[in-house]
Every structure is written in structure tokens, then in C-alpha cells.
């Protein structure tokens, strides 16, 4: 009951218990996703129903979404996040391929999935028309690698960064 209580008064209060703190975000990340000066959409495109039979790439899907959602919480409101599974011959499928995400085979022969994360901002996909494609501001991990784990929170941060300042600061002498 006092659990329940505590849970409903402090609703975004957030504790993590894990020995090497997976679900907290570094200081850096935090700085960044909420100080956007405008929003950011995150994609995850994630073949949840193909990757059934292979518990570790399951596991680290979960653990990427998590972390995801986790920014998008830590964003207090500027990032959102939206779930794509691309399924075959599906409106996603082209919205993955349109953003560049890659199609991986399983195994031989096997059914390809789709692991990869986009960063829009919202403001340039939402006008009508040929010149709004031009102008669509994205960048993209083509392929989110489990061998490049600890790299994972970093390379996000750098994604929603290019595409919040699209043109960098020139620094001249």
C-alpha cells in the first residue's frame, strides 16, 4: 500500500538497481535530450515477429528499446519515440528502406530482419510535396550491432544531436 502511494505521488521517479547501472542514462545524454531545442522523433525499427527464434538477438532488441525509451523519458517531452516492426511487403518495410535501415539475414537463405534506429525531426516530414522529400532532415543507424553495445548509448546521443543542429557551428581563425 505505501509502495502504491509512494508510486502515485512521485510518478516519474526512476531508480536503478542493476550492478552495472544499464538503465541509467549518462549525464551527457541527459544534458542533451533535454536541453532540444526542438522536437526529435526517434524510429526503432525493430523485425520484433522474425527474430522469435533467436533469444539473443530478442534480449538485445528489449535492451535497445529500453534504452530508448528511457531517453525519450529523460527528454521531459522533446524526444518521442515510435516502434516500426517491417514486416514483409508492409508501408514500414519502405519506411525503413526510405531511411536507409538495412535488411540482415537471419541465417542462410533465412528471413531478413531490421535492427536499426532513425533520428527526423518531425517539423520537415510532416509538408506535403515533392520538395518537402528534399528537405526531410534524418539521420540513421543503418544497423544496431550487439557486438558495439557500449557504444550504443553514445552513437544515439550523436544521432538526435545531428539532427536537432543539422548545420554544424563554423569555427574559424
Known amino acids: 500500500l505505501v509502495s ?3 508510486i502515485s505521488v512521485f510518478p516519474r521517479l526512476r531508480v536503478d538497481l542493476t550492478q552495472d547501472s544499464l538503465y541509467t542514462l549518462a549525464d551527457g545524454t ?13 524510429l526503432f525499427f525493430y523485425s520484433e515477429e522474425a527474430t522469435a527464434d533467436v533469444p539473443q538477438l530478442r534480449t ?9 525509451q528511457e531517453m525519450e523519458i529523460a527528454s521531459e517531452g522533446n524526444l518521442t519515440l515510435r516502434l516500426v516492426d517491417p514486416v514483409p511487403f508492409s508501408e514500414e518495410e519502405d519506411e525503413a528502406v526510405e531511411y536507409g535501415v538495412q535488411r ?3 541465417s542462410e537463405g533465412g528471413e531478413e530482419v531490421f ?10 516530414v510532416e509538408a506535403e510535396g515533392e520538395e518537402a522529400e528534399a528537405e526531410k532532415i534524418f539521420k540513421t543507424i543503418a544497423l544496431v550491432r550487439p557486438d558495439q553495445e557500449e557504444f550504443l548509448e553514445y552513437e544515439v546521443a550523436k544521432l538526435i544531436t545531428q539532427v ?3 548545420t554544424p557551428p563554423v569555427v574559424g581563425f
Open 4 to 6: 502504491v502511494a509512494l
Open 30 to 42: 541527459r544534458n542533451i535530450v533535454r536541453n532540444l531545442e526542438k522536437p526529435v522523433e526517434l
Open 60 to 68: 538485445y532488441g528489449t535492451r535497445v528499446q529500453e534504452l530508448l
Open 104 to 106: 540482415v539475414p537471419l
Open 115 to 124: 535492427f536499426g534506429i532513425v533520428a527526423v525531426d518531425p517539423s520537415t
Open 164 to 166: 536537432a543542429n543539422p
